[in-house]
């Protein structure tokens, strides 16, 4: 079985196809290797793709917002499934650069949709995101609320993606499946995140700001667990039966959170950064950015009862770890 792997040099994306490629099934992967953040890192991950999986792996420098380009690359490679994570992704950089994003996250899934359509595809999973809660104040998130009031361009485009997904599923009868995450942390994860931003300001001996003066929980998930869910969803498709499916579609389209489970103060995780990396924070309140929220907590049993997604690595587990792969692969 071939999988297209869409965003493959990214965190996410490189997860997933090194899972499924250990598991001995053949990927396909894209991704435009923009230089929204280091391109060496992207390349550092294929890199160990390649060299463990150079008989069933393949890679081209794809912009899946590009639909010409696109076909081109279709047309020449033999694919299936498709679990789409590529994505222009940050809710800081949406304020500043919102065309990025309505190109890749509006008019690129309508491309991946078009593809999955005119394939036949058996299942595309795609990456939704915990942001499209937006100003929700009733926690734990649930995939039943209501997700109507962005409060980023980011979260509009993650949404958008859920209702074109939704038509087509109705249209043409295309299996999908839409993974709302939760503040994705863990080796190889991306540098414009807050683990990685604090965890490098600790090393250099530098302040860490923390916007709303540290006072915000998020629902932090250990990238193991996230790929087991990917996974998990991608090996079974909602069924085109009828019965409400969990986000509340009918159409063989289902929406799930993916997170953790626990909500967690942000200073929680600056305590394990300063235990891993033996370093004191010096610490700089800053106010709220916007765009963003306070809290982010997962509801998870939509999952949990259709896939036996049940995540086992607590942020006093997976941070050091994330500290032990950053000194490694920066040579500390």
Not at 8 to 23: D, M, Q, T
Not at 178 to 195: C, N, Q, S
């Amino acid at each position: 079985m071939t999988t297209l792997v869409t965003g493959a040099a990214g965190f996410i994306g490189y997860s997933v196809a090194r899972c499924l490629l250990e598991r001995g099934e053949r990927v396909v992967g894209i991704d435009n290797l923009n230089d929204y953040y280091a391109v060496l890192l992207k390349r550092d991950r294929l890199a160990i793709l390649d060299n463990e999986f150079s008989d069933r792996f393949s890679f081209d420098p794809v912009d899946f917002a590009d639909a010409q380009a696109l076909a081109a690359f279709a047309g020449t490679s033999d694919f299936d499934r498709i679990v789409h994570l590529g994505a222009q992704a940050g809710v800081r950089y949406s304020i500043d650069n919102p065309g990025a994003y309505i190109q890749s996250n509006i008019v690129g899934h309508a491309n991946l949709l078009e593809l999955a359509r005119q394939r036949g595809s058996s299942h595309m999973v795609y990456a939704s995101s915990s942001s499209v809660y937006g100003g929700n104040d009733q926690l734990p998130f649930r995939v039943e609320d209501r997700a109507d009031h962005p409060v980023s361009l980011y979260a509009a485009t993650k949404r958008a993606d859920e209702l074109m997904s939704e038509a087509y599923a109705g249209l043409y009868k295309l299996a999908l499946t839409g993974l709302r995450f939760f503040t994705v942390y863990g080796p190889w994860g991306r540098p414009d995140m807050a683990l990685w931003i604090f965890t490098k300001a600790l090393f250099e001996g530098r302040p860490l700001p923390l916007f709303n003066g540290g006072r915000m929980r998020r629902d932090f998930t250990y990238i193991d667990d996230i790929v087991g869910g990917v996974v998990a969803c991608l090996d079974r498709p909602p069924a085109d039966d009828g019965a409400e499916k969990a986000g509340g579609s009918v159409r063989p389209h289902a929406l799930y959170n993916i997170g953790n489970s626990r909500s967690e103060e942000l200073l929680q995780l600056i305590g394990l950064l300063e235990e891993a990396t033996g370093r004191k924070a010096d610490i700089r309140p800053e106010p709220m950015q916007p765009g963003d929220v306070t809290d982010t907590f997962a509801d998870i049993s939509a999952i949990a009862r259709d896939h036996g997604y049940a995540p086992t690595v607590s942020i006093d587990v997976g941070v050091p770890r994330f500290v032990q792969w950053y000194r490694d692969y920066h040579c500390l």
